[in-house]
C-alpha cells in the first residue's frame, strides 16, 4: 500500500494581493510617521513665527495662527540683526572649508585606494582612529596658536580646524576602491602622471561620492556654535549659530516670534541647497558601499 502524497497549500492570488498591500501600508505608515516626527520641530518653527506673543504663550495649541503676525514678526527680526550678514559668514566659511577638505582629502583617499606602498594599511587604520578624535579635543591648543599668531576674530581662524576631514579621506576612498583600475593602468600607460588622473579622470566619477560630501560638510559648518563661540567676539564674522546667540540676547528677550523667524531665515539657505543636491546625494551615500 503506497505512502500519502503529502499536499502543498497553495495561496490565492487574491490572498497574495492583499497581503503585498497589507505590507505597503505598514511599509508606509512607517515612513510617513517617521517623516512626521522628523518634520515636526520645523512646522512648528514655521507656525511659531507668523504667531503673535499672546498665542504663542498660550495652552491652547493650534497649527495655524488666528492672528496671522508674521509680517511682524519677520520685520522685526531683519530689522534688529544682520541676518542675511550671517548667513553670508556662513556660506564663506562652508564653502571655504569645504573647498580645502576636498583639495586634501581626494589625492589622500585615491593613495590610499589604489597606489601600493609601504604603511598603506597602517595610514587607513590611523584614518580610521581618527573619526573618534572629537573636536573639543585640540580645541585648545588650536586657540593659544591662532592667539599668539593674532588670527583670532578671522574667517580663517573658524576654518583652519576643519581643513583635514577623515571621514572625507575615508568616504572617497570606498567610493575610490570601485573605480577600475584598467582604466588607471591605461591612463599610465598614455603618460599622465597620478596628479593628472586623479582630477581628471578619478574625480569627475566621484561627484556623487562629493556631493554627499558636500551636504555633511555644509550641514555641520553651518550649525556649528562650539567653535566659533570661542574664536569669535565680533559679531559682524559670526556664523548663523552664532549669530542667533548674539540676536537672542540682544534684541528679542522672549520674543519667540521674531526668534523663530530669524531662524528660519537661517535655515532656509541649508534646506534648499540639500533639495537641489538631494539626488546626488542618495546616489553618492548608496554607490560608497558598493565595491
Avoid at 511682524?72 to 556662513?90: I, Q, S, V
Avoid at 593674532?150 to 577623515?166: D, E, Q
Wanted: charged share 10%; net charge positive; hydrophobic share 60%.
Amino acid at each position: 500500500m503506497s505512502a500519502p502524497v503529502p499536499t502543498v497549500a497553495t495561496v490565492s492570488p487574491a490572498h497574495s494581493a492583499a497581503r503585498r498591500f497589507l505590507s505597503l501600508v505598514l511599509i508606509h505608515g512607517v515612513l510617513v510617521a517617521g517623516a512626521l516626527f522628523m518634520l515636526a520641530p520645523f512646522i512648528w518653527m514655521l507656525v511659531t513665527s507668523i504667531k503673535p506673543p499672546s498665542e504663542i504663550f498660550s495652552a491652547e495649541i493650534a497649527l495655524w495662527p488666528k492672528q496671522f503676525y508674521g509680517v511682524e514678526n519677520y520685520r522685526f527680526a531683519m530689522e534688529k540683526a544682520p541676518l542675511l550678514r550671517f548667513a553670508l559668514n556662513g556660506v564663506i566659511i562652508c564653502a571655504g572649508i569645504l573647498v580645502v577638505q576636498l583639495l586634501v582629502a581626494i589625492p589622500c583617499a585615491y593613495a590610499l585606494a589604489k597606489l601600493e606602498f609601504p604603511g598603506r594599511n597602517l595610514l587607513f587604520v590611523l584614518v580610521l582612529l581618527g573619526l573618534c578624535i572629537p573636536v573639543q579635543v585640540p580645541a585648545m591648543p588650536l586657540y593659544i596658536g591662532l592667539a599668539q599668531l593674532g588670527l583670532l576674530n578671522t574667517y580663517f581662524a573658524m576654518m583652519v580646524p576643519f581643513f583635514l576631514s577623515v571621514f572625507a579621506i575615508f568616504l572617497f576612498r570606498q567610493f575610490f576602491r570601485s573605480f577600475p583600475d584598467d582604466i588607471i593602468n591605461a591612463a599610465r600607460l598614455d603618460g599622465m602622471s597620478e596628479f593628472e588622473i586623479v582630477w581628471r579622470i578619478v574625480t569627475p566619477s566621484a561627484w556623487p561620492a562629493i556631493a554627499a560630501f558636500a551636504v555633511f560638510s555644509t550641514v555641520a559648518h553651518w550649525n556649528d556654535l562650539y567653535w566659533p563661540l570661542i574664536v569669535i567676539s565680533d559679531a559682524k564674522l559670526a556664523p548663523p549659530p552664532l549669530g542667533m546667540m548674539f540676536f537672542a540676547d540682544a534684541e528679542t528677550g522672549s520674543n519667540y516670534g521674531a526668534l523663530t523667524a530669524a531662524a528660519t531665515i537661517l535655515t532656509t539657505p541649508l534646506v534648499l541647497a540639500f533639495l537641489i543636491a538631494r539626488r546626488r546625494f542618495i546616489d553618492g551615500i548608496t554607490m560608497t558601499g558598493v565595491k
